[in-house]
């Protein structure tokens, strides 16, 4: 536990039920504690309300890629707790192959990784929001939205407090951070989207000698024996070293083929962790916790990202990237373009003006990812296809130069200006795929 988390409390016991605010954020994750960061920076009264305390557990791989690190450095995050483990880049197993692919040196981002468990690092992030102003809740259960009958407007929250008790907060703005289900997204008529990828990942904890491991490693191929045949699914495997004594173990699969819905994801794990070397110690008697799993929302698969005073940041937009798996630098980052958007809406002297404003959210998001996570759709289908990926492993890997552009592609690791060649192929495709 941090040694601030009393202070968290102490905010929520200061505070009395009903108030208002200028903007109210649902959700405490990586995407709200980022919103409520740098709103409260610009001045504004935030309402933070987070469901459960802090600390609290998340499925998550751990895995911290430079995109991420940047936004951490952003907030006035210290990394010089030996609770961050840095890593170096990435490594990727397949078809027989080992390699090993530093993070590439940018100006526009860190040349390193982190890894910490979510246990802390979302109080870590609420914790700077508060220290920014921003006014933290726990155990505060949103119900559903205040909706404003003559404007068809949502206007507040309705919640339950710590007692269970109702209660309704108030505010202009309010910003769906509240993860894959986004009850509040969905009780405003926003629904997810079909044509959009979804993944599902599960992961566990061993007691290991690869606890201190400085890459992220990556495993390409998850075989599943099915009625007496091996059949190939679309995912990947890993193993993120934790510092503390244990590494994170788990794999993604993505709904790109009919196999994914008769996948036991659990047991799947459990196979696959059975089939590595004993000495990594990735055994029954070495687990720490259970098997845990959730969702993976990609490329936007709840739209729109704005709508009627709601804006939809991280999981409740389907923000994560479809490439990598990868959702906290996404979730940051927009909420970092949210909270601006804000800002100047908030500044502007009519409804009429600040409504304008607001809409500039989605078509910024689209400008900004739109046509990568369109790229990241026909990587998606293209994975589904046994036959790809087998030939992509065997031949793809051996080419480092080939593997240095993939790492970069589905990182989303470029310069926008002036890169190498790599990054002016990946930019440009990303500048002409439509962002529909």
């Not at 590439?104 to 040349?111: K, S, T």
């Not at 289908?381 to 240095?404: D, H, N, S, V």
Request: with cysteine.
């Amino acid at each position: 536990m941090s040694e601030t988390a009393p202070a968290l409390q102490s905010v929520q016991d200061r505070r009395p039920a009903g108030e208002s605010a200028d903007v109210i954020v649902v959700g405490a994750g990586p995407s709200g504690s980022t919103v409520a960061y740098y709103l409260a920076q610009a001045g504004l009264d935030v309402l933070l309300l987070e469901k459960t305390a802090f600390p609290r557990e998340k499925v998550c791989g751990d895995g911290l890629t430079p995109r991420a690190v940047k936004q951490l450095t952003a907030m006035g995050v210290s990394l010089d707790d030996k609770a961050w483990i840095r890593n170096h880049g990435l490594r990727i197993i397949g078809g027989g192959v080992r390699i090993e692919l530093p993070w590439p040196e940018l100006g526009e981002f860190p040349d390193f990784g982190l890894v910490r468990t979510r246990h802390d690092f979302d109080q870590i992030l609420a914790e700077r929001a508060v220290s920014a102003g921003a006014r933290l809740l726990q155990r505060t259960n949103v119900t559903g939205p205040v909706i404003d009958p003559r404007g068809n407007r949502i206007v507040g929250v309705n919640a339950k407090d710590p007692d269970g008790e109702p209660v309704t907060y108030r505010a202009p703005l309010v910003v769906a951070a509240d993860g894959n289900s986004s009850r509040l997204s969905v009780a405003m008529g926003i629904r997810k989207r079909d044509d959009r990828p979804m993944g599902v990942a599960v992961r566990t904890y061993f007691t290991s000698p690869r606890h201190d491991d400085d890459y992220l490693e990556s495993w390409l191929e998850l075989w599943d024996r099915t009625e007496g045949r091996d059949v190939l699914l679309p995912g990947y495997g890993w193993v993120f070293g934790v510092g503390d004594g244990t590494s994170n173990v788990g794999l993604g699969i993505l709904n790109s083929t009919a196999s994914f819905r008769d996948v036991d994801y659990r047991a799947l794990l459990r196979r696959w962790t059975e089939s590595m070397p004993a000495e990594w110690g990735f055994t029954q008697d070495n687990q720490q916790g259970a098997i845990r799993g959730a969702a993976l929302p990609m490329g936007f698969n709840r739209t729109p990202h704005y709508t009627r005073g709601l804006l939809l940041v991280g999981d409740a937009g389907g923000m994560i990237n479809p490439f990598n798996g990868e959702g906290i630098a996404y979730a940051m980052e927009a909420g970092h373009i949210a909270a601006d958007v804000i800002v100047q809406a908030h500044a502007r002297p009519t409804q009429q003006t600040r409504e304008r404003t607001l809409l500039r959210y989605p078509r910024i998001l689209s400008e900004t990812y739109g046509g990568y996570y369109t790229l990241g759709r026909y990587f998606v289908k293209m994975i589904g296809q046994p036959e790809f990926m087998k030939y992509a492993t065997k031949y793809g890997l051996p080419q480092r130069t080939l593997m240095r552009f993939t790492l970069k592609m589905l990182a989303n690791l470029t310069e926008p200006t002036r890169g190498d060649a790599m990054d002016r192929v990946i930019n440009g495709l990303s500048r002409i795929a439509p962002a529909a």
